[in-house]
């Protein structure tokens, strides 16, 4: 079956604007995870969502990255005001009831 | 917090020699263990896991793992790599009761046919 997949594979942005990153989980997983992995780095936890709310947002850096999933199935994380350190590989991951995460190929974030 | 050690930040090693990459964990508590792979162009997949019960784990592709838990260590191994096994290996963590995954830093696999 289709697996996790995200939307763009990848952005290019200017520093100071918006971005949105899109992901669809697998069919009937009712979690859903986002990381960010930076260079030479392994993914770093954001926020992990439960149906359509979010359990767990304690990863996020600050104020300027938001995430929501408002029919419990695809998610969107939304940078704002946006500045080089952000430029990373934001992934997505999904799972059933907590066990396995299986993660989508990830957007890449370049903040000129 | 929890957080995860891979001493080996890049290996090279020939075809048909023997495996063990390094992981350690700091929280000791309940855990779930996890070692990922990701091969060149590709995305992140699961290798294997540990949840529970027997403490020597196989996963796919002939590697096996062992949780070690009075060394907080689930060291990964394979006894004969192949060429195809170049790729990068992240262990990952799960605290009992949470679901963020903590990763290790990684460590970049070069085999040399």
């Known amino acids: 079956g289709a697996g996790v997949s995200q939307t763009p594979s990848n952005k290019v942005t200017e520093k100071g604007k918006y971005v949105e990153l899109r992901c669809d989980p697998i069919?009937?997983?009712?979690?859903l995870y986002w990381y960010r992995q930076s260079l030479g780095q392994g993914p770093e936890f954001l926020i992990y969502?439960?149906?359509?709310?979010?359990?767990?947002d304690s990863g996020l850096p600050n104020d300027r990255f938001f995430a929501v999933r408002p029919e419990g199935s695809v998610s969107t994380l939304k940078i704002q005001r946006t500045e080089r350190g952000d430029s990373a590989v934001y992934l997505c991951?999904?799972?059933?009831?907590?066990?396995?995460?299986?993660f989508g190929p990830g957007t890449r974030l370049t903040v000129l | 917090a929890q957080s995860v050690s891979q001493h080996n930040h890049h290996v090279i090693l020939s075809e048909a020699a023997s495996l063990e990459l390094g992981c350690n964990y700091s929280?000791?508590?309940?855990?779930?263990l996890f070692w990922y792979v990701q091969y060149p162009g590709q995305h992140l997949q699961l290798l294997l896991k540990?949840?529970?019960?027997?403490?020597l784990v196989k996963g796919i592709k002939g590697f096996e793992a062992e949780f070690i838990k009075s060394k907080f260590s689930f060291n990964l191994r394979k006894p004969s790599v192949q060429w195809s096994d170049t790729a990068e290996y992240f262990c990952a963590v799960i605290n009992f009761g949470n679901e963020k995954l903590t990763f290790g830093t990684g460590t970049r696999l070069t085999i040399i046919p």
């Open positions: 929280y000791g508590g309940t855990v779930n």
């Open positions: 969502f439960q149906g359509t709310g979010a359990a767990d």
């Open positions: 540990y949840f529970s019960g027997d403490p």
């Open positions: 991951a999904s799972s059933w009831g907590g066990d396995t995460q299986y």
């Open positions: 069919s009937g997983h009712t979690a």
